[in-house]
């Protein structure tokens, strides 16, 4: 296959084992979901989802989070790892969000990267599934896949956004997102397949015989 018609060929398999993409992560407006896509870098959304509910028990909306003792915001979210840097950022852009934007998540990329804990891709996550902006959010995950499906040759996420956003149509870029998720999650993991063994590795290479070496961003 060419790259466009591996491309076309996921789309299509990813639409149909995935017609509804449900958010991950349990959220009820941009605020928490900016909190919770914060708190997922390098921890599952299973750990996020059975953390936020006591923190959101705390401070759901920013104007009460900035009141919050670091600290007590730290001891909540320990499990999901980088505690220290997490409470700060969580806080802190509580505080900004209050005194900039009056309590409102900004609708704005460039808004969004400036707030502390936020990199690009939140910002993505958060503007795509919070506000319907396409965006490619690409995470380690989605770039292992990238290249295993013969995507990109990227060896960051940057160049794995760039080549995905060159592919696929803006429409499908949100759903996109998901779905290659969803399928990793499913099909494609780090563990479970290395370029030779699911359904959509082995139909755009039905002659790789050996794993597939993939760039760590």
Request: hydrophobic share 40%; charged share 25%; net charge positive.
């Amino acid at each position: 296959m060419l790259k466009k018609e591996r491309a076309a060929y996921i789309a299509q398999r990813l639409q149909e084992l995935y017609p509804e993409q449900p958010i991950p992560l349990d959220h009820k407006d941009p605020y928490t979901l900016l909190v919770a896509v914060l708190l997922s870098a390098q921890c599952t959304d299973a750990r996020v989802n059975q953390i936020t509910p006591a923190l959101f028990e705390l401070a759901d909306n920013p104007f009460d989070m900035a009141k919050q003792n670091v600290e007590i915001i730290r001891a909540i979210i320990r499990p999901c790892g980088l505690s220290p840097q997490k409470s700060s950022a969580i806080k802190r852009l509580s505080e900004i969000l209050v005194d900039k934007y009056n309590g409102v998540v900004p609708q704005s990329m460039a808004a969004l990267e400036t707030l502390p804990g936020v990199g690009h891709k939140t910002a993505s996550v958060v503007m795509s599934q919070a506000f319907g902006v396409p965006a490619f959010a690409v995470d380690t995950h989605i770039h292992r896949l990238a290249q295993r499906w013969g995507l990109t040759n990227g060896k960051n996420v940057v160049q794995t956004e760039k080549d995905l956003k060159s592919l696929f149509p803006k429409d499908r870029w949100i759903a996109l997102h998901l779905q290659i998720i969803f399928y990793g999650r499913e099909y494609c993991s780090a563990r479970g397949c290395d370029g030779r063994v699911c359904e959509i590795c082995t139909t755009c290479y039905p002659r790789r015989r050996n794993p597939k070496i993939v760039h760590k961003p």
